[in-house]
Structure formats: structure tokens, C-alpha cells
């Protein structure tokens, strides 16, 4: 088993751009979250999904979009990134809400 | 204002050397979860307690949760450089829908 998987690894963008990152898991979680961990702040809650079709707000989910329409993907949307979103981005599951979370590996996003 | 406070923030020691982190709160909760995360990877859980006092052990460490459920610590006994690495504990928060709050985190630095 691959675990949670994330794609890209590393980017960099312009301020203004757009990009979606990717998360998978192969461990038929119903719940999968995503994560931006800045130094200093641990680990913040952007979006979560309890299941296919279903997304809700987490702590700081301004300016990100998210989708869950397969079970095993949930993707991370920035429509218009800015300087402030420069972060590591970590996406988890779990199979129930207070069960073990697994992370991905993280995508590192710069935005200039 | 972090709901997990983590002390200290940084810690460098020798091999061999004792150590203890911290993990504390204004608020209650019914579980605390430790982490450790390593550069370049997503955080990876290393235990769970759930019982007000509850101590328990992972070979050389040691995680206790306080009587109150506001506290935590990590007790680490004769720190190897494989120990090096950034510990998160984490918690649900019942007025956040029982979703994870994270710690700031301790980096250790074990030297050989």
C-alpha cells in the first residue's frame, strides 16, 4: 500500500496564478483532510471531507477550494494565489474522525 | 493564540542525555496525541492517551497526560540521533467538532 500520496512534491508560483494539488489514499478512508503547516503555527486545518461528495470548512479556508468526487482523492484548489499562501501543504485520512490520522509527505508551495 | 501550547521550542542535546517536552492547555480534552515529524515528510503518530494520569510507553519514551486533561509531556531516556526530529502533540477540540488542534511543535536535535 502507497498509504497517502500528494502530488506535486515542490512549486513555485506567481502571485495571481492558479493550481491544484492532489491527494490519494489507498487505505479506503472515509475521512481525508487537508493541512497547511507554517514555523511557529503547527499544523492548521484548511478543508475536510467525511466522505465522497462532501467537504467543510476548517480553520483558515479562505482562498482555498476543495473537491472530493472520488473516494480515494480529495484536491486542494487555489484559484488565485497569493505571497500569504506560501506554506507546506499536508494532506491526511483516517477512517473515522477521532481515529489515527496518516499524512502525505507534503507539497512545499512557494508563492512569489 | 495556540490552544496547544509546546515547550520548549527548540532543544539541542548529546546522545545519552534525558530530555522532556510539554504540551499544555487552558482547555480539556479526552485525548492527546503525540507526533513526530522528520524534514522532507508528514508528521507520523506515535501514541494516544486517553485516561486523565494515563502514562505510557513506547520503548524509550514516555508519555504522560495529566490529571486534569489540559497537559501533556514526552519524556524521552538516554536520546539516540534517530530521536532527532519535530514532536506535535495534538488534540480534538470539542468546541471545533471534535477536529485536531495542533501544537507548534518541539524540534530536537540529538548530537552524537
Known amino acids: 500500500n502507497a498509504g497517502v500520496t500528494q502530488t506535486p512534491k515542490f512549486r513555485v508560483l506567481k502571485t495571481g496564478q492558479s493550481m491544484t494539488l492532489l491527494c490519494a489514499q489507498d487505505m479506503n478512508h472515509e475521512y481525508m483532510y487537508w493541512y497547511r503547516q507554517d514555523p511557529g503555527m503547527g499544523l492548521r486545518l484548511i478543508h475536510y471531507?467525511?466522505?465522497?461528495?462532501?467537504?467543510a470548512k476548517g480553520e483558515v479556508p479562505d482562498g482555498y477550494n476543495v473537491s472530493r468526487l472520488k473516494k480515494q482523492n480529495f484536491l486542494l484548489g487555489l484559484e488565485s494565489a497569493a505571497p500569504s499562501q506560501t506554506s507546506v501543504y499536508f494532506c491526511?485520512?483516517?477512517?473515522?474522525?477521532?481515529?489515527?490520522?496518516?499524512f502525505g509527505p507534503g507539497t512545499r508551495l512557494l508563492v512569489l | 493564540t495556540q490552544l496547544l501550547e509546546q515547550s520548549p521550542q527548540f532543544l539541542s542535546i548529546q546522545e545519552g542525555e534525558n530530555l522532556t517536552v510539554y504540551c499544555n492547555s487552558s482547555?480539556?480534552?479526552?485525548?492527546l496525541q503525540w507526533y513526530r515529524q522528520e524534514p522532507g515528510e508528514g508528521p507520523v503518530l506515535l501514541v494516544t492517551v486517553v485516561t486523565g494520569g494515563e502514562v505510557k510507553k513506547l520503548k524509550r519514551l514516555t508519555f504522560q497526560f495529566g490529571d486534569a486533561r489540559k497537559d501533556s509531556s514526552l519524556h524521552i531516556t538516554a536520546a539516540q540521533p534517530g530521536d532527532t526530529g519535530l514532536y506535535l502533540c495534538?488534540?480534538?477540540?470539542?468546541?471545533?467538532?471534535?477536529?485536531?488542534?495542533f501544537g507548534a511543535g518541539t524540534i530536537l536535535r540529538v548530537k552524537s
Open positions: 491526511a485520512s483516517s477512517y473515522r474522525l477521532l481515529e489515527t490520522q496518516y
Open positions: 482547555s480539556v480534552f479526552s485525548s
Open positions: 471531507s467525511v466522505g465522497e461528495g462532501t467537504t
Open positions: 495534538a488534540g480534538p477540540l470539542m468546541e471545533y467538532g471534535n477536529k485536531l488542534v
